[in-house]
């Protein structure tokens, strides 16, 4: 298929595009270093054996968003 297109700007006006950046905040999830406490406080519960590193992890990752306040709409 051999299609062409057709400009919708005539040749003679110029098309400003504009590029805009926004910057993510997650205010409501916690932050790295308060997940690895809580998931390593959970290991040593366990005395330091047993359970895998990723599971407390998403545990303690789980928790602490859950405590969270959901921003108002």
Known sequence: MNAKVKSRAPE???????IVETEV???????H????????SYWVARGFQDGSP????????????SD???PKD
């Not at 905040?25 to 932050?31: A, I, T, W």
């Not at 990723?54 to 968003?65: G, V």
Request: aromatic share 6%.
């Open 12 to 18: 003679n006006e110029t098309v400003a595009v504009a």
């Open 25 to 31: 905040v997650l205010d409501n999830c916690p932050s």
């Open 33 to 40: 270093e308060d997940i690895a406490a809580l998931a390593y």
């Open 54 to 65: 990723e599971e407390d992890w998403l545990r303690a990752e789980q928790e602490l968003c």
């Open 68 to 70: 969270q306040p959901q």
